[in-house]
C-alpha cells in the first residue's frame, strides 16, 4: 500500500489506483501521479518541472524553481507559487510567508483516529505521516495520507503543532492538496436549496479558480462539499474523474484552480473565509479529513468505490446490515397539533398497516405549538402529554411497535425557559441585534456547558430506555457568528469550534446508546454530509416528498452516498411542498432503494389509501434487508425519465426502477441497458416470466413498459410479455429480475 524509495519517492495505492509523490532536491513534496495504478510506480517521469517559464521567480534563488508550475502536496503562498495556498498561517513578527521543508516521515499500520473529528475507520491500511518544518517559526505540519488494501480511496488530514516560543494565527489551512497535470477538465459538484438538494451541476473548468464553500455554519443544500473533476467528455462509464469530499459538517471550502500553464490545484478543507486559529507555542490544531477517490472509467465506478467506502468506513458499523423499521412519521399528519391521543391513534394505524414504528416529530415539548416557542425546554408538553412521553413511549411499544422522538438539540427559541436564564448562550454579537432563522437562535456549542445541557436534556430522555429512535434535527444556519465564552482573538474560531462541540457531543450520546437509531435531518439536506453519517446511519435528504423532486435529489446525491444512508417516506397528494398529485405507487418508487421507509399521512389520507399503503408497506418489510449493501447504478436522468438499477449485495437480483414524468402519445419503445452484471447470469423477469441472459440485458437491453392510453389493442395479448405504464403522467414501474443461473 504505502512504498518509498532510496531516493525518497513515495508511493501509496494498491491495484485501483497509485498517488506517487518525492521528496524534491529542494527538500519540497513534489506530486508526481495521480491515476491508475502502476507497475513500475517508481519510473514515474519527472521531467520538464524546472524550464525557465517567463517571468519566473527563482525559489531561495535556485535557478528555474518556479513553484508556480511545479505540481506540490502542501504549497505555501509567497516563495514563488501564486497560486492559492494549502495553508497560510500569520507569524509572530505578522508575516504571511512560511516555508515549509520536509523533515522526515514514518508509515504506521492502519489508521489513527483524529482528535475531536470524525474520521475513516482503519483496517487493512497503512498511514503515511510526513513531517515538514518551518525552520523560522519552528513550527510542525504533519501530513498524514491513508490507503486501504480493498478501497480505492485515499484520506488526507494536517495536524499543526506549535512548536516554538510565540503563538501564531492559522489565517486558513486546507486538508490536502493535489495538483493535476494539465487536460481539459470539467467539474461536477451537488448545488441547491431547501427542498431542491443535491442538483448535480457541469461546468467547463476555465483558467481562474472555481470554488465552492459554505460559510453558513452548516455544510449546507447550496453546494455539497463533493467536488469530482473530469476528463472533459466524462461519462457514466468512460473518462478519468478526480472526486473529493471533505468529512465536516460546518464550513467547508474546494477549490479547483486552473493556472495559466493549465494545470488543476484541488484544495479541500475548511473555509478560509472567516477563519482564523490562534496557535500558542505547544499548541495543536487537526484538519477535518479530505477523502479523494480516482476512476479511470467514469462516474458510475466513482460512486461504486464511494459507495463501499463510505458503508464500511464511515457509517456506523452497528447499524450495517441491520434492517431499517418501516415508521409513520407524525410531521405531515399533523404538524404541531400533536397529541397523546393523536400519537395513539396513528399508533393504531401502524399495527393495522403492519409498520413497525412510530415517530413522534416537531410539537410534543413544553409549549410548542408553532416554531415561534421552546425549543431548548426538551421536557414534553404536560397539557398534550399528560402521562409524560415515558409513560407514552411503553403504550405505543406495548402494541409491539418501536418508539421515535424528534430533537432539535442545537437550538434556543427567544421565547423558552432555556434563553430567559442563558441568553448569553446563544451565538450572537454582543450589542447587535441577532438575525433569526425560523424564529429561532443557534445555541454556542463551542462552550462546554452548552453541550452538556444539549447531552444532559437527550440523555434524560433515552435513559429511560424506551426511545428507539431520534430524528435529530436542525433547521437554521448560522449568522451573527461569534462567542461571548471566546476572547476577541479567538472569535473566528466559534464556527470550527462549534462543529468540536458537536461532534463531541455525538460521540458521548452514540457510545452511552448504541442501539438508538439517529436519523440526521437538517431541514432536509442542509447538512447531509459524511461528519455527520459519521454518528448516524441515515439522513433525512429533503422535506421534499414529491416523487418527481425526489428523483433528482436521489440521482444527485448517489454520486457520492450508498443509498443505505438515506429515509425516505409517502407523504401527502397534493404534496405540500410543490402541490403535485401523484399516485401512493410513484411516491413510494421513488424513495425503493433508500432502506429506511415510511408513511408521514393524517389518519384519514391513511384510510382513504389503506389498501395501496398496506401492500407497500408490506413490500418494505419483506424486502427491509434487500436494500442495504447492493449496488445502485443510475442508468438514465433526464427532465422526464429515471431509470435506476440495483443489485443486492447476493447478486441474486436485479431491481430496475422506471419513472416516466410527462405522458404523450405514440412515443419510442425504450429500452433500459443494463451494467457491469455477472457474465453468464440468467434472470427471470417476475412481471412477465421471460428469461434474460446477463449480456442480453446489458448489450441488448431490457424492453420498458409502453406508454399508452389503450392498451387493450395489444396485438400480444396471451402472451403477457408487453408491459405497459399506468396511465397518466408521473407513472412508476418496479421490475424485479431473479436469477435462476
Ligand atoms: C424540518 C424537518 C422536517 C420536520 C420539521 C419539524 O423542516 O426537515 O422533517 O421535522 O423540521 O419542525
Given at each position: 500500500?504505502?512504498?518509498v524509495s532510496e531516493?525518497?519517492?513515495f508511493?501509496?495505492g494498491n491495484?485501483?489506483?497509485?498517488?506517487?509523490?518525492r521528496i524534491s532536491?529542494?527538500?519540497?513534496?513534489?506530486?508526481?501521479h495521480?491515476?491508475?495504478?502502476?507497475k513500475?510506480?517508481?519510473n514515474?517521469?519527472?521531467?520538464?518541472r524546472?524550464?525557465?517559464?517567463?517571468?519566473v521567480?527563482h525559489?531561495?534563488g535556485?535557478e528555474?524553481?518556479?513553484?508556480?508550475?511545479?505540481?506540490?502536496?502542501y504549497?505555501v503562498?509567497?516563495t514563488?507559487?501564486y497560486?492559492?495556498?494549502a495553508i497560510h498561517?500569520?507569524?509572530a513578527?505578522?508575516?504571511?510567508?512560511?516555508d515549509?521543508?520536509?523533515?522526515?516521515h514514518?508509515?504506521?499500520?492502519d489508521?489513527?483516529?483524529l482528535?475531536?473529528l470524525?474520521?475513516?475507520?482503519?483496517?487493512?491500511?497503512?498511514?503515511?505521516?510526513?513531517?515538514?518544518?518551518?525552520?523560522l517559526?519552528?513550527?510542525?505540519?504533519?501530513?498524514?495520507?491513508?490507503v486501504w488494501?480493498?478501497?480505492g480511496v485515499?484520506?488526507?488530514?494536517?495536524?499543526?503543532t506549535?512548536?516554538?516560543q510565540?503563538?501564531v494565527n492559522?489565517?486558513h489551512?486546507?486538508?490536502?492538496?493535489?495538483?493535476?497535470?494539465?487536460?481539459?477538465y470539467?467539474?461536477?459538484?451537488?448545488s441547491?436549496?431547501?427542498?431542491?438538494?443535491?442538483?448535480?451541476?457541469?461546468?467547463?473548468l476555465a483558467?481562474?479558480?472555481?470554488?465552492?464553500?459554505?460559510a453558513?455554519?452548516?455544510?449546507s443544500?447550496?453546494?455539497?462539499?463533493?467536488l469530482a473533476v473530469?476528463?472533459?467528455?466524462?461519462?457514466?462509464t468512460?473518462?478519468?474523474v478526480?472526486?473529493s469530499?471533505?468529512?465536516?459538517?460546518g464550513n467547508?471550502?474546494m477549490?479547483a484552480?486552473?493556472?495559466e500553464f493549465g494545470d488543476v490545484?484541488l484544495?479541500t478543507g475548511l473555509n478560509?473565509?472567516?477563519?482564523?486559529?490562534?496557535?500558542?507555542?505547544g499548541e495543536?490544531?487537526?484538519?477535518?479529513?479530505?477523502l479523494?477517490?480516482y476512476?479511470?472509467s467514469?462516474?458510475?465506478e466513482?460512486?461504486?468505490?464511494?459507495?463501499?467506502?463510505?458503508r464500511?468506513?464511515?457509517s456506523?458499523p452497528?447499524f450495517?446490515?441491520r434492517?431499517?423499521?418501516?415508521?409513520?412519521?407524525s410531521?405531515?399528519?399533523s404538524?404541531?397539533?400533536?397529541d397523546e391521543d393523536?400519537?395513539?391513534a396513528?399508533?393504531?394505524?401502524?399495527?393495522?398497516?403492519g409498520?413497525?414504528?412510530?415517530?413522534?416529530?416537531?410539537?410534543w415539548?413544553?409549549?410548542?405549538?408553532n416554531d415561534?416557542?421552546?425549543?431548548?425546554?426538551?421536557?414534553?408538553?404536560?397539557?398534550?402529554?399528560?402521562?409524560g412521553m415515558d409513560?407514552?413511549?411503553k403504550?405505543?411499544?406495548a402494541?409491539?411497535?418501536?418508539?421515535?422522538?424528534?430533537?432539535?438539540p442545537?437550538m434556543?427559541s427567544?421565547d423558552s425557559d432555556l434563553?430567559r436564564?442563558?441568553?448569553d448562550?446563544?451565538?450572537?454579537?454582543?450589542?447587535r441585534?441577532t438575525?433569526?432563522?425560523?424564529?429561532q437562535?443557534?445555541?454556542?456549542?463551542s462552550?462546554?456547558?452548552v453541550?452538556d445541557?444539549?447531552?444532559?436534556?437527550?440523555?434524560?430522555l433515552l435513559?429511560?430506555g424506551n426511545?428507539?429512535y431520534?430524528?435529530?434535527d436542525?433547521n437554521?444556519?448560522m449568522?451573527?457568528?461569534g462567542s461571548a465564552?471566546?476572547?476577541?482573538?479567538?472569535?473566528?474560531?466559534?464556527?470550527?469550534?462549534?462543529?468540536l462541540?458537536?461532534?463531541?457531543?455525538?460521540?458521548?450520546?452514540?457510545?452511552?446508546?448504541?442501539?438508538?437509531?439517529?436519523e440526521?435531518?437538517?431541514?432536509?439536506?442542509?447538512?447531509?454530509?459524511?461528519?455527520m453519517?459519521?454518528y448516524?446511519?441515515?439522513?433525512?435528504?429533503?422535506d421534499m416528498?414529491?416523487p418527481?423532486?425526489?428523483?433528482?435529489?436521489?440521482n444527485?446525491?448517489?454520486?457520492?452516498y450508498?443509498?443505505?444512508?438515506t429515509?425516505?417516506y409517502?407523504?401527502?397528494s397534493?404534496?405540500?411542498q410543490?402541490?403535485?398529485?401523484?399516485s401512493?405507487?410513484?411516491?413510494?418508487?421513488?424513495g425503493?432503494?433508500?432502506?429506511?421507509?415510511g408513511?408521514?399521512?393524517?389518519?384519514?389520507?391513511?384510510?382513504?389509501?389503506?389498501?395501496?399503503?398496506?401492500?407497500?408497506?408490506?413490500?418494505a418489510?419483506?424486502?427491509?434487508?434487500?436494500?442495504?449493501?447492493g449496488r445502485f447504478?443510475?442508468i438514465?436522468h433526464?427532465?422526464?425519465?429515471?431509470?435506476w438499477?440495483?443489485?443486492?449485495?447476493?447478486k441474486?437480483?436485479?431491481?430496475?426502477?422506471?419513472?416516466n414524468i410527462?405522458?404523450?402519445?405514440?412515443?419510442?419503445?425504450e429500452?433500459?441497458?443494463?451494467?457491469a452484471?455477472?457474465?453468464?447470469?440468467?434472470y427471470?423477469c417476475?412481471?412477465t416470466?421471460a428469461a434474460?441472459s446477463?449480456?442480453?440485458?446489458?448489450?441488448?437491453?431490457?424492453?420498458l413498459?409502453?406508454?399508452?392510453?389503450?392498451p387493450?389493442?395489444?396485438?400480444?395479448?396471451g402472451?403477457?410479455q408487453?408491459?405497459y405504464?399506468?396511465e397518466?403522467?408521473?407513472s412508476?414501474?418496479?421490475?424485479?429480475?431473479k436469477?435462476?443461473?
Amino acid at each position: 500500500m504505502i512504498s518509498v524509495s532510496e531516493n525518497n519517492i513515495f508511493v501509496l495505492g494498491n491495484s485501483g489506483f497509485s498517488y506517487i509523490f518525492r521528496i524534491s532536491p529542494e527538500g519540497l513534496l513534489e506530486h508526481l501521479h495521480y491515476g491508475g495504478s502502476l507497475k513500475s510506480p517508481f519510473n514515474v517521469p519527472i521531467h520538464h518541472r524546472r524550464t525557465p517559464r517567463g517571468a519566473v521567480s527563482h525559489y531561495k534563488g535556485l535557478e528555474n524553481v518556479n513553484l508556480n508550475a511545479m505540481p506540490q502536496e502542501y504549497p505555501v503562498f509567497g516563495t514563488s507559487d501564486y497560486r492559492f495556498p494549502a495553508i497560510h498561517m500569520i507569524q509572530a513578527s505578522g508575516n504571511t510567508i512560511s516555508d515549509f521543508v520536509y523533515v522526515g516521515h514514518e508509515i504506521v499500520k492502519d489508521k489513527p483516529r483524529l482528535a475531536g473529528l470524525p474520521s475513516a475507520r482503519g483496517g487493512d491500511s497503512q498511514t503515511l505521516i510526513l513531517s515538514l518544518v518551518d525552520s523560522l517559526s519552528n513550527v510542525e505540519v504533519k501530513l498524514y495520507y491513508t490507503v486501504w488494501e480493498d478501497y480505492g480511496v485515499i484520506a488526507r488530514s494536517v495536524v499543526v503543532t506549535n512548536n516554538g516560543q510565540a503563538a501564531v494565527n492559522l489565517n486558513h489551512i486546507y486538508s490536502s492538496a493535489i495538483d493535476l497535470p494539465f487536460a481539459d477538465y470539467e467539474s461536477l459538484h451537488l448545488s441547491g436549496t431547501w427542498a431542491r438538494e443535491m442538483n448535480a451541476c457541469r461546468h467547463n473548468l476555465a483558467p481562474g479558480r472555481f470554488t465552492i464553500d459554505s460559510a453558513r455554519g452548516t455544510s449546507s443544500a447550496a453546494h455539497h462539499p463533493f467536488l469530482a473533476v473530469l476528463e472533459q467528455g466524462a461519462g457514466e462509464t468512460h473518462g478519468r474523474v478526480f472526486a473529493s469530499t471533505l468529512m465536516y459538517s460546518g464550513n467547508f471550502s474546494m477549490s479547483a484552480e486552473t493556472s495559466e500553464f493549465g494545470d488543476v490545484r484541488l484544495l479541500t478543507g475548511l473555509n478560509p473565509f472567516n477563519f482564523n486559529w490562534k496557535l500558542e507555542p505547544g499548541e495543536r490544531f487537526t484538519t477535518p479529513e479530505a477523502l479523494h477517490v480516482y476512476s479511470g472509467s467514469g462516474l458510475s465506478e466513482m460512486s461504486r468505490l464511494w459507495h463501499d467506502f463510505i458503508r464500511d468506513k464511515v457509517s456506523p458499523p452497528k447499524f450495517k446490515n441491520r434492517a431499517r423499521p418501516t415508521y409513520i412519521n407524525s410531521w405531515e399528519a399533523s404538524y404541531f397539533d400533536i397529541d397523546e391521543d393523536k400519537v395513539l391513534a396513528l399508533s393504531d394505524k401502524a399495527v393495522q398497516l403492519g409498520v413497525d414504528m412510530v415517530v413522534v416529530d416537531d410539537g410534543w415539548f413544553k409549549g410548542r405549538r408553532n416554531d415561534k416557542t421552546s425549543l431548548g425546554d426538551w421536557t414534553e408538553d404536560e397539557g398534550r402529554f399528560p402521562s409524560g412521553m415515558d409513560a407514552l413511549a411503553k403504550a405505543v411499544k406495548a402494541k409491539g411497535l418501536k418508539f421515535g422522538l424528534w430533537f432539535e438539540p442545537e437550538m434556543v427559541s427567544p421565547d423558552s425557559d432555556l434563553y430567559r436564564v442563558h441568553p448569553d448562550w446563544a451565538i450572537h454579537v454582543l450589542g447587535r441585534r441577532t438575525s433569526l432563522g425560523r424564529n429561532q437562535l443557534t445555541l454556542d456549542l463551542s462552550r462546554p456547558e452548552v453541550c452538556d445541557y444539549i447531552y444532559d436534556s437527550l440523555d434524560t430522555l433515552l435513559s429511560d430506555g424506551n426511545i428507539d429512535y431520534v430524528k435529530w434535527d436542525m433547521n437554521r444556519n448560522m449568522t451573527d457568528v461569534g462567542s461571548a465564552a471566546l476572547s476577541p482573538d479567538r472569535q473566528r474560531e466559534t464556527a470550527h469550534r462549534y462543529m468540536l462541540g458537536l461532534y463531541g457531543i455525538l460521540d458521548r450520546l452514540t457510545a452511552a446508546y448504541p442501539d438508538v437509531q439517529f436519523e440526521n435531518c437538517a431541514s432536509g439536506g442542509n447538512r447531509a454530509d459524511l461528519g455527520m453519517l459519521f454518528y448516524m446511519p441515515q439522513s433525512w435528504t429533503s422535506d421534499m416528498c414529491d416523487p418527481v423532486g425526489r428523483l433528482s435529489i436521489i440521482n444527485g446525491l448517489s454520486y457520492l452516498y450508498p443509498l443505505d444512508t438515506t429515509a425516505s417516506y409517502i407523504g401527502p397528494s397534493p404534496n405540500h411542498q410543490n402541490g403535485r398529485m401523484s399516485s401512493i405507487k410513484t411516491r413510494y418508487l421513488a424513495g425503493i432503494f433508500c432502506p429506511a421507509k415510511g408513511i408521514s399521512l393524517s389518519n384519514s389520507d391513511i384510510d382513504a389509501d389503506f389498501e395501496a399503503l398496506k401492500t407497500h408497506m408490506d413490500y418494505a418489510k419483506e424486502t427491509q434487508l434487500e436494500f442495504l449493501g447492493g449496488r445502485f447504478t443510475r442508468i438514465a436522468h433526464t427532465q422526464n425519465k429515471t431509470i435506476w438499477q440495483y443489485e443486492t449485495s447476493d447478486k441474486q437480483t436485479i431491481y430496475v426502477a422506471y419513472f416516466n414524468i410527462l405522458s404523450a402519445p405514440n412515443l419510442p419503445f425504450e429500452r433500459a441497458y443494463l451494467r457491469a452484471l455477472p457474465q453468464g447470469a440468467v434472470y427471470i423477469c417476475q412481471d412477465t416470466d421471460a428469461a434474460y441472459s446477463s449480456d442480453v440485458l446489458m448489450h441488448s437491453g431490457l424492453p420498458l413498459p409502453y406508454i399508452t392510453t389503450d392498451p387493450a389493442h395489444d396485438g400480444d395479448q396471451g402472451q403477457g410479455q408487453n408491459l405497459y405504464m399506468d396511465e397518466g403522467d408521473f407513472s412508476a414501474h418496479l421490475f424485479t429480475l431473479k436469477r435462476s443461473s
